[in-house]
C-alpha cells in the first residue's frame, strides 16, 4: 500500500497486490480489484500531486518483488493515470481499457421511446394481476433482498450450465459484511420489485454521496424471476430504480463493464478507461 503525506498528513491511499503470472512467468503489480472491478484508482485528495504518485512508484521499483505493473480500468481524470501517462512512451505504455455504459437518470416519462413503452405495457400488465411496488433495502430488509437476489441470479446462471458470480462462499461473506456497512454510510441501494409481495426482480447499486457534485449511482448487479418474465420484470426495476435515483439527485447512471444487448435500449455512452503497463526497471529512474 502507497500512502502519501504533506507534512504528515495523508494525501493519497493506493491498493496494490503482486499476482505470479505462471503462463507468462512474470511477477505482476496490480492494483486491488483487478479483473473484478470495473473501475481502478487510489484515493487521492488535491494536495497530491503527479510528482508524488511518480515518486512513489520510484520507491516499489526498489523492491525486487514484481517485475511488470499493469494498472488497469482507470478513468481519464484519475491522478494516477495522469501522473504516469505523462511520462515517456518509451517507458510507460497506454492502452485501451473495457468501456462502461453511462446515461442521464431520468424519470420514466423521458426513457427512449421504445424502453417506454415496454415500460407502460409491462407495468398496466403487472397492475392488472396484482399490487406492484418498489422497495429499497434498509438495516432490516436488506438480507432478505439480498437473498433474492442470490436466488434469481444464481437460478439464471444455473440454466445456462454455469455457476456465476454470487455461488462463490466466500464471495457472498464478503458482501454480507460490507452491505451493512454501505447502508450506514447511504452508499447503497439494493432494490427489489415485488407483485403482491412476491420478489420479481432486484438490483443491487452503489451511489455516490450527496455531498458529490453530479452524483452518480452504479448498476452493479441485477436479476429477475423467470417465472414473471412475460412482464420484463428487469426493464421494468431498472426503470423505476432510474426515476428513484433521478428523485434522489443523481445526475447519471452507470451501467458499468459489459456489451450486454439490453443496454442499448437505454440509449448509454461509453465511458472509457485506460491501462498503464510498465516493468519495474523503466521506472525506476522517472522523475
Not at 488497469?72 to 473495457?98: F, M, V, W
Request: charged residues 20%; aromatic residues 10%; glycine residues 6%.
Amino acid at each position: 500500500v502507497l500512502a502519501f503525506r504533506h507534512a504528515g498528513l495523508l494525501t493519497g491511499l493506493l491498493p496494490l497486490y503482486v499476482y505470479a503470472d505462471q503462463a507468462r512467468q512474470e511477477r505482476q503489480l496490480l492494483v486491488l480489484g483487478a479483473g473484478t472491478s470495473d473501475y481502478l484508482d487510489g484515493i487521492f485528495s488535491s494536495t497530491c500531486t503527479r510528482a508524488d504518485v511518480v515518486q512513489g512508484f520510484t520507491l516499489l521499483a526498489g523492491e525486487a518483488t514484481w517485475e511488470i505493473a499493469h494498472l488497469s480500468q482507470l478513468r481519464p481524470h484519475s491522478p494516477l493515470y495522469k501522473a504516469l501517462s505523462a511520462q515517456d512512451g518509451n517507458t510507460i505504455r497506454t492502452y485501451p481499457g473495457e468501456n462502461c455504459s453511462r446515461f442521464a437518470a431520468y424519470s420514466i416519462a423521458n426513457l427512449p421511446k421504445k424502453v417506454r413503452a415496454d415500460v407502460r405495457y409491462c407495468r398496466n400488465l403487472a397492475t392488472n394481476r396484482g399490487t406492484l411496488k418498489l422497495q429499497v433495502a434498509d438495516a432490516r430488509s436488506w438480507p432478505r433482498y439480498f437473498d433474492e437476489l442470490i436466488r434469481q441470479h444464481s437460478a439464471r446462471w444455473n440454466e445456462a450450465g454455469q455457476p456465476g458470480v454470487l455461488a462463490n462462499p466466500q464471495v457472498l461473506a464478503w458482501h454480507r459484511e460490507m452491505l451493512p456497512l454501505l447502508l450506514q454510510e447511504d452508499a447503497l441501494r439494493l432494490y427489489c420489485l415485488s407483485l403482491d409481495d412476491v420478489a420479481i426482480a432486484t438490483l443491487y447499486a452503489l451511489i455516490d454521496p450527496p455531498s458529490r457534485e453530479n452524483r452518480t449511482e452504479y448498476f452493479y448487479l441485477s436479476s429477475y424471476s423467470r417465472a414473471h418474465s412475460e412482464l420484463k420484470p428487469g426493464t421494468l426495476l431498472r426503470a423505476m430504480a432510474i426515476e428513484h435515483a433521478a428523485a434522489e439527485g443523481v445526475v447519471t447512471i452507470d451501467m458499468l463493464r459489459g456489451r450486454e444487448a439490453y443496454k442499448k435500449l437505454w440509449r448509454v455512452q461509453d465511458a472509457p478507461t485506460f491501462g498503464l503497463s510498465f516493468s519495474r526497471l523503466a521506472v525506476a529512474n522517472l522523475s
